[in-house]
DNA sequence: GTACCTG
DNA sequence: CAGGTACAACGCGGC
DNA sequence: GCCGCG
């Protein structure tokens, strides 16, 4: 059960001045493992005896902020105990900055060799071969992977065990450049899920738009999923086409806001809760309620005010079944037709 | 940020 | 031993 | 066949 650190170390950041590296207490954990008491100190994992160390603190992640790497991996820390619910099980893409966001960065979707053994991997096939997508169910490791330069983890619709079967739809609103944060456009994809009796949530992205979460139970494989998210994304074009559009090119989009369904095939990915974004100002992805809605614009929350809301974060409603009849009638009413392959009959 | 390869 | 490099990638429609 | 897109 809880274990304490050993030798007595505190608990408390130790500041290591004029060194190198510093040592942060190890991770805690809340609403993951909830027959944990509050600060207990546990070690599911335990790499380096719990503890995990920052190297380069003071290297500038924000050049134009003056935020630290140091200041990174501590939001990290901080925000663990509920971001670590919305990345267990999901294979995870990183979007690493290991010099900062002023210099190059690229995105990681195999683990690295050298990543502990406590990050779980899972082998994904793909056309020539597999990817070995690292896996997070713990502080100390989601840690680790802010320590390697992640500023941004993005997720998979599905998770461990049925990873070929979506827990939600996630409709993306992205606004064309110098637009008004997509308020309405949100509005219209919950009143999508609304007619087909989803239950939906609402995030900023910590860029220009909003995703709209629509949970569903875990029943419907990406075909399936990805074809009704189609459907729902055209039917809110139809009705609204002078302000919204599925067009993928943005020269036709013809500054409509792009109802981006292509979240929810096979292999894509999408921001995680809770991540920072590589942007100026360290914003933050953040669920919000509806009523917030008017109020926040996408890009509100950032790497200072987000910890303020982890002590209660706004959680995603809970998962409906996905009627596919209902998104069919739907669809058909609006005169939105299924792709010519699909079956609704298959298993 | 780190491993690995090349010279 | 220093320096350079890799570290994603899947469509799917339109040109 | 490439390009544009996340
Ligand atoms: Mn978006
Ligand atoms: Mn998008």
Redesign the pocket.
Known sequence: MARTQDEGAPNAVRLGRGRSKRRLGPARLRSYFEDTPLGATIFPTCHDGGMVEI??PD?VYFPDDGIT?EQVVNYYQTVAPVMVDHLVGRPL?LQRF??GIGKSG?????A???FPDSIERVEVP??GGT?NFPLVDNPDDLVYLA???TITFHIWTSRQPHLDCPDRIIL?L?PTEDAEPPRDAALAARTVFDDIGLDSGLMTTGSKGYHVVAPIEVDHDYDIVGQMARILATVMAVRDPDTLTIE????KREGRV?V?W?RNRT??SAVCAWSIRPRKGATVAMPISWDELEGTDPDHWDIDTAPDRADDPVIWPDPNALDVEKVLALGEDHDVEPEESFDRFRS
Not at 106 to 110: A, I, P, V, Y
Not at 248 to 251: I, L, M, P
């Open positions: 190297s380069n290297k790497k893409t290991p010099d690229f995105m990681q979707k195999n690295s060799k050298h793909k056309e990817t320590n390697q330069g993306d992205d993928f090119r943005k020269k792009f981006d292509l292999a894509q």
